[in-house]
């Protein structure tokens, strides 16, 4: 089994930035089967939308609404996954959730990082 955690949420006025950290935990093996990862969120009252997701290569994507101000990177070594946010906006105020997909299928969620972005 595998444990993804979540960190670096707050409350940051507009403009500001901040960044999350998701740590993976588990057996070597269940971790070397974590393909593609990626950032979702929630806002109240909305559905969960992808905002940023990375292969185990590399390869990045994103939603319209970030490009340009949000990054994400993985740490391999590390276990972790990142979401740099730059000029963040009141509307990127929501649930910050980390995602792993498993290379035999299926995936797994974090608990979820509070984002609050002031005007």
């Known amino acids: 089994q595998v444990q993804l955690v979540e960190s670096g949420g707050g409350l940051v006025q507009a403009g500001g930035s901040l960044r999350l950290s998701c740590a993976t935990s588990?057996?070597?093996?269940?971790?070397?089967?974590?393909?593609?990862m990626g950032w979702y969120r929630q806002a109240p009252g909305k559905q969960r939308e992808m905002v940023a997701t990375i292969t185990s290569g590399g390869s990045t994507n994103y939603v319209d609404s970030v490009k340009g101000r949000f990054t994400i990177s993985r740490d391999n070594a590390k276990n972790t996954v990142y979401l740099q946010m730059n000029s963040l906006k009141p509307e990127d105020t929501a649930v910050y959730y980390c995602?792993?997909?498993?290379?035999?299928?299926?995936?797994?969620w974090g608990q979820g990082t509070q984002v609050t972005v002031s005007s």
């Open positions: 995602n792993a997909k498993f290379s035999f299928g299926g995936d797994c």
């Open positions: 588990g057996t070597s093996r269940i971790i070397f089967s974590i393909g593609a």
